[in-house]
């Protein structure tokens, strides 16, 4: 295995090549990073964060959800398990529900690390999960895709690949993510083996594995410890993974069973409510919170129960809905102030924290699709997130992923990655020696300074058109979306796949064969 982990070929040299192909265009991308260069490095902040909640409304929601877990309780369905496993830590178990003594939760949680690193196979991607660090992830679920012909359609295993390797190409895009589609043209119980060897095979980041039953959580260790050995997996965390409560106050049989792999294995579970305010938590922040509050206590401390010191991080998903017509709404300031407030109660637990992305309800990468992700992108990174899930390609409230917006949303991120470095307070930021030299009244433009830093000085977007209104006529008239098409279109010619020891890509294909080959197609 180790001769795996001994690679010298950067992610990003697979997209150089083909470069002088796109004539203008692709020599404007070079220059703006915005192209398949170099992978740049997960985000250390240097920014502060922004809380919303004092002193006294962080002890009141906790209160509040303290009251929740021990008056109301929290269903954990279809597990005798986790039933029996709550009895023995000293919870009141009826039912299905569990009523939680005031304080069994976070002392059980005291054992969670605050920090870890979520190992890529190539060691360089490797990254940081918790303290200042933010790490983007590709959009997650969607059953169809928009794809780069306008067409709206179900998403297929090839959709699946192309949205791994752009992934891997994105120079701001920290992991491959996970189901960063679904590809309907495999069986149900067998499209997970195809999901997780496709983010081994076609990018070298990290990775997320499957949820969808307990059986396909242990095909993705199986196939993780193919990759890097028995021992490193069960000491190391190498995939990371979605459980989501079944909002309000219900955590399912196959949630559960999924959590109980991946903790029984030393890797990460993001315990995460779902929460469509409104219908499925109260229609109030402070409300929201708490019920979130709750819902995390109980399945990240449940984590615990099966193996110490497993890694878990606190998560939400909240959006607002339309009172009007039920649908969900992105990028309005209820589900803003959720994520800064839940922030906020997670840095009290000690556990990393995930929420937002590039959220919005269009249906095409319009502007109303921009202003809702920059809305909760931006919140994102201000309220101090360390995993960000959807933080490219969504569209149509989760429903879409879109090739366009992806293009689009990497381009966003990379500008969060230079909004996080914060102020250059060194020698060379404070440009006093620029200042003398320009003196009143002249202008920076040939100064040596200025000369010495002009490519690197600001953010240059890739697919933003700042020319003249004659140029821009001159080339076309393109929207944002025909050039995002475009270069999605060059991104993918010039993909070249990250280098895999073949006696692992073997075994992994053998491994999917046999399990394949030892059940019947389901096809729900």
């Avoid at 040299?13 to 740049?40: I, Q, T, W």
């Avoid at 986790?82 to 054992?111: M, N, S």
Wanted: hydrophobic content about 40%; aromatic content about 8%; overall charge negative.
């Amino acid at each position: 295995m180790d001769d795996l982990n001994q690679q010298t070929e950067p992610a990003g040299g697979a997209g150089r090549r083909g470069r002088g192909e796109r004539g203008a265009a692709g020599r404007r991308a070079a220059r703006a990073g915005g192209g398949p260069g170099p992978s740049l490095p997960y985000i250390t902040r240097r920014i502060g964060v922004y809380d919303v909640l004092d002193e006294e409304g962080l002890q009141l929601i906790e209160r509040n959800a303290d009251t929740i877990l021990e008056e109301i309780g929290i269903e954990f369905r279809d597990d005798d398990e986790a039933l029996d496993l709550w009895r023995q830590a000293g919870a009141d178990v009826q039912g299905h529900r569990v009523h939680f003594p005031k304080g069994l939760c976070r002392e059980l949680l005291k054992t969670a690390p605050k920090e870890f690193t979520w190992h890529a196979r190539n060691p360089a991607r490797s990254v940081q999960i918790g303290g200042d660090a933010t790490v983007f992830a590709p959009v997650y679920g969607p059953p169809f895709v928009r794809d780069l012909d306008g067409k709206r359609r179900y998403a297929t295993i090839e959709d699946f690949c192309n949205f791994v390797k752009l992934s891997y190409m994105a120079p701001s895009m920290h992991s491959s993510g996970g189901t960063v589609c679904e590809p309907v043209d495999i069986p149900v119980n067998k499209r997970h083996l195809d999901m997780v060897y496709s983010h081994i095979r076609y990018s070298d980041k990290p990775f997320m594995g499957s949820v969808t039953a307990p059986e396909r959580a242990e095909d993705t260790v199986a196939m993780a410890k193919i990759v890097f050995g028995d021992e490193f997996v069960e000491n190391n965390c190498v995939t990371l993974n979605l459980i989501n409560a079944n909002s309000p106050m219900v955590f399912d049989g196959t949630m559960l069973g999924a959590l109980k792999v991946y903790a029984r294995h030393n890797q990460a579970s993001v315990v995460s409510p779902f929460i469509l305010s409104g219908a499925m938590s109260p229609v109030t922040v402070a409300g929201t919170l708490t019920q979130i509050l709750a819902e995390v206590l109980a399945g990240a401390s449940f984590s615990q129960l099966i193996r110490k010191g497993s890694p878990v991080l606190f998560g939400t998903f909240a959006a607002s809905i339309s009172m009007q017509s039920g649908a969900p709404t992105f990028g309005t300031p209820e589900p803003s102030l959720v994520s800064y407030g839940a922030a906020q109660l997670a840095r009290r637990l000690g556990l990393p924290f995930r929420t937002g992305g590039s959220l919005c309800g269009s249906k095409v990468p319009d502007a109303q699709a921009a202003h809702e992700s920059s809305n909760t992108l931006n919140t994102t990174l201000l309220a101090g997130t360390n995993f960000v899930l959807h933080a490219a390609g969504w569209l149509e409230g989760g429903l879409v992923s879109s090739y366009e917006k992806f293009m689009i949303d990497q381009d966003q991120l990379g500008m969060m990655q230079k909004m996080a470095q914060g102020i250059d307070l060194s020698e060379e930021g404070q440009a006093l020696s620029a200042i003398r030299e320009v003196g009143p009244g002249s202008h920076y433009l040939g100064c040596t300074h200025t000369q010495a830093h002009f490519q690197s000085a600001f953010y240059r977007s890739a697919l933003a058109d700042n020319n003249s209104f004659e140029q821009w006529e001159i080339e076309g008239e393109k929207r944002i979306e025909q050039r995002a098409n475009a270069l999605c279109r060059a991104w993918l010619d010039s993909y070249e796949a990250p280098p895999l020891d073949p006696a692992i890509d073997e075994a992994l294909l053998a491994f999917i064969k046999d399990r394949k080959d030892s059940m019947p197609d389901a096809f729900t």
